[in-house]
Nanobody, 117 residues
């Protein structure tokens, strides 16, 4: 089992920055992939970015060059640095963790990011 707790959401103006954090309840060395998804009002949840246990990152095209995922293994925490935010980035952001053996798929409760002037 993995519990995930997100933090760092809030209201920011277009062009601004926020850093989201996702704290895991266990050593993230034991988690195969961690990532972020988001769900905008009235839309389905979409994948944003993934980081593997080896540090490989993959981003959805709409955030490439603006968002950066990183992990601090000592703190069992994954971060999402979001720069040059746009109104269309407004969404609830969810942290996700996946394990392969045994198979597991875990979610945090989400943190709201609102980009508005």
């Amino acid at each position: 089992q993995v519990q995930l707790v997100e933090s760092g959401g809030g209201l920011v103006q277009p062009g601004g920055s926020l850093r989201l954090s996702c704290a895991a309840s266990r050593n993230i060395f034991t988690i195969n992939t961690m990532g972020w998804y988001r769900q905008a009002p009235g839309k389905e949840r979409e994948w944003v970015v993934t980081i593997t246990d080896s540090g490989t990152t993959t981003y959805v095209g709409s955030v490439k060059g603006r968002f950066t995922i990183s992990r601090d293994n000592a703190k069992n925490t994954v971060y999402l640095q979001m720069n040059s935010l746009k109104p269309e980035d407004t969404a609830v952001y969810y942290c996700n963790a996946k394990t392969y053996f045994p198979r597991g798929d875990y979610w945090g409760a989400g943190t709201l990011v609102t980009v508005s002037s």
